[in-house]
Structures are given as C-alpha cells and as structure tokens.
C-alpha cells in the first residue's frame, strides 16, 4: 500500500498528466495506481471528518440528554441504580451452597432457582441469566412507583420512555423526588397513587437478579413473582402495558399453582388458586367500577368539572359500600378490614387494572386448552402476535369465536 506520504510525492512533482515514465510497463502501472489513490486521498479525508463530526454531535446531544434533560436525567439515575444492583449480584448457587447463609434465605433461595427451572423446562419461558444471582439491597424498598389520572375524567397520565414506549406509571428510585412528584401532581389535579414495588423485569436487557426485597414475600407469591417476570423475557407488546402485565399475572397465578401440585404441595397450590380466584373477583369489580364512572362523566360535557365531579364522587361513594357488602365477603386471602381501608379515586382503578385487565379472558384460554397452562401461554401469544396492535381485543375475539362456534 502507497502511504499518503508517497502520495503527496506525485503532487509536489507536478500535474498528473506531467508525470511520465517511460523506463517499463510495470513502473506505468505503480504510477498509475499510485495517482489513482492519490486522486482519491482528498475525498476519503473530507469523509472521514464529516463522520467524526457527526459522531461528536452525536456524543454531545447524548450528554446533554442524559444530563441536562428530565427525561435524561431520570434513565441516568435508572441506569446508576440498575448498575448498583447489578453490581452486587452473587450466584444464587453459591450462597445456596453456602453454609453461612441463614436457613431461611437459603430456603427460599432454592425455591427461586426450583421455580426458574420449573419455567424454563415445563412452562417453556425465556429464563436467560434471570434469577441465578441475588443482590442484596442497602434498603427494604426496590421502587417507588407513581400512577396518575385525571379527576374529571377517567384517562391515565402516562409517561413516555426510550425504545420501550409509553407506560402508565412511572419507576423512582430516589424516593423524595418521587414523593415531590406525587405532590406536585396531587396539587395540578390528578388524582395520584404511590407505592412500593419489590421487584421489576428489564424484559431481558439484562440479567434480572433475585434482590432482596424480593425474598421477603411468602413462598406462594415468591414463585409468582418469578413465574411473572420471565413471562416479560418470553412476551411483550410495545405500548400495550395492561395486556402484558395481565398475561403474566395470569401466568404467574396458574404457573405457581401448577409448580407447587407438581411438588405435592397441595396447601400451597391450594392458596395460588385462592389468590388467583381473588385476583379474578377485583378485576371485574375493578372493570364494572371502571364502566360506572365512564357513564357518569358522559353525562355531562367537558367543561362541566364541578358536575363531572360530584357525579364522580357518587359512583365512589356506592362503589364502596359495595366492595364492603359485596366484594370483601368474597375474598379469601384479604384481610376483611381491606375492603374499608383500601383508597379509591381514578389512579388506584386504572392502576388496578393494568394488572387485572380481562383475566377471565386468560382463563378462558387456558379452559380451551384443557387447563394445561404451556399450551394456553402459547396460544395467547400466537392470538396476541395476530392481533397486532390490538392484542386484548384479539384475545376477546377469539375467546367469542371458541365459546359460540
């Protein structure tokens, strides 16, 4: 290869068509060549600043966004905690295997990777490195996170993120900003939820750790708790947040009842069918509660706020006297205070319903299917894949199609 040095030979010689050998055919052609690239040098040069410009543009608008941007802000901070967790990870073997780990968590530990194996190998989910390591936390709390909603209207507030779309809630690991945030909302007038989150799925970006806030919950709700994360590794539908969180509550109900029958573990199995009976009983109290306040703010016009919220309130008003009467009786693993205490306003049912948004729906695949959840798991994601955009509508379609031939 001719250096750009030799090139610059030929130019300080003169003009190309100056330069003339005569000796043999074989110098000719090194000549030629040599001014070929030379010609060629120039453009190769400009290129190649053009790209290291717009790559430090790039690098400088990437900077600011993290840096100086809410948003940016936010996944920095995101990122920082996710590295911290990450961080502190240890084999989950090895500290199974480790006599100074205390009985309990050793315990539950083995359950973890018991119920990891159990998803990967019967109920056929994506498992990658998720829940073979766990990180210890300085905290008893993972995340807050903050769900808004209008007052006059039944619509969310939601917030929108890079690559995974937009969600109606919102992540904090720094708990004051996340409480001036709920504030500063609650006085902009929205009506607002906040509450603690002990785990959380990158939805397979990274090795997802056991942590410990995590390790805390009973044995039954531990296993849900794995069985519906790596639900989020096997299926998500971008922008579509109440349908993915409901797929993997069903998933994460009938796959810890399944996994503990295989075990013989009836009293367990027993309690993941009991939780997932009152699961299924607030989601349809939740979605007929959802269809009151719609009607009644239908009533009046937009800019009817005074009206729209007197008729709000008594929809809530009935609304509770019937989760008392009605509902809480029916529950069977709530406390019965639960039903009196529980707060009501627009954030807290369509909070709810991100997570129990047409559970009968689910069910009523996994009864066409023989009740054998690895078959109706991979019946909803064909059905929701088909559907599109529209995978919860597609799942009611189809659920009409089989039910009335």
Same mark, same amino acid.
């Given at each position: ?8 030979? =030929? ?5 190309? +068509? ?28 400009? #290129?190649?600043?053009? !790209? ?33 967790? $990450?961080?502190?990870? @240890?084999?989950?073997? &090895?500290?199974?295997?480790?006599? #100074?780990? +205390?009985?309990?968590?050793?315990? &539950? ?13 019967? $109920?056929?989910? &994506?498992? /990658?490195?998720? =829940?073979?390591? =766990? ?5 008893? #709390? ?9 007052? +006059? ?13 937009? *969600? ?8 004051? @900003? ?35 806030? #995590? ?19 096997? *299926?998500?539908?971008?922008?579509? %947040?109440?349908?993915?969180?409901? =797929? ?10 399944? *996994?503990?029958?295989?075990? /013989? +573990? ?38 009817? !706020? ?21 509902? /809480? ?6 406390? &019965? ?36 959840? %690895? ?31």
């Amino acid at each position: 290869m001719i250096r750009n040095r030799e090139g610059r030979l =030929f130019v300080q010689l003169g003009p190309r +068509d100056e330069i003339i050998d005569a000796v043999g055919s074989i110098q000719e052609r090194v000549l030629r060549v040599a001014m070929q690239m030379n010609e060629r040098h120039p453009r190769k040069i400009v #290129t190649m600043r053009l !790209v290291r410009r717009l790559l430090g543009g790039m690098f400088g608008l990437l900077l600011i966004f993290l840096f100086l941007t809410p948003m940016g802000c936010y996944v920095t901070r995101g990122a920082y905690e996710e590295a911290k967790i $990450l961080s502190r990870r @240890k084999p989950i073997t &090895k500290l199974v295997a480790d006599s #100074t780990t +205390d009985k309990l968590t050793r315990a &539950k530990l083995s359950l973890v990777l018991e119920a990891r194996t159990f998803a990967h190998d019967t $109920l056929k989910l &994506k498992t /990658g490195e998720s =829940f073979t390591k =766990f990180s210890q936390l300085d905290h008893d #709390t993972l995340v807050l996170v903050l769900s808004a909603a209008y007052r +006059d209207r039944l619509e969310r507030r939601t917030w929108w993120f890079p690559v995974v779309g937009r *969600f109606p809630y919102k992540g904090f690991f720094d708990f004051e @900003k996340a409480k001036k945030t709920a504030e500063s909302m609650r006085k902009g007038g929205f009506d607002v939820t906040l509450g603690a989150s002990s785990a959380f799925s990158t939805l397979g970006w990274f090795n997802d750790p056991l942590v410990s806030t #995590t390790l805390k919950a009973d044995s039954v709700t531990l296993v849900n708790t794995v069985m519906h994360e790596l639900l989020h590794n096997t *299926f998500f539908s971008k922008n579509n %947040v109440s349908f993915n969180e409901s =797929f993997a509550s069903f998933v994460g109900a009938r796959g810890a009842e399944r *996994f503990f029958l295989s075990r /013989g +573990d009836t009293a367990a199995a027993k309690y993941a069918i009991a939780d997932w009976h009152d699961d299924q009983v607030l989601g349809a109290y939740w979605a007929q509660l959802s269809k009151e306040l719609r009607a009644a703010y239908d009533v009046w016009p937009r800019d009817s !706020v005074r009206a729209r919220l007197a008729a709000r309130d008594s929809v809530y008003l009935l609304a509770r006297r019937q989760l008392v009467d009605s509902v /809480g009786p029916l529950l069977q693993t709530y406390p &019965k205070s639960w039903a009196e205490r529980v707060t009501l306003n627009n954030s807290v049912v369509l909070s709810r319903q991100v997570y129990a948004t047409s559970l009968d729906q689910f069910d009523a695949v996994f009864e066409s299917e023989g009740r054998d959840i %690895v078959r109706a798991i991979a019946k909803i994601s064909e059905i929701a894949k088909d559907g599109g955009k529209e995978p919860e509508a597609a799942l009611r379609a189809w659920v009409r199609r089989s039910t009335n031939p």
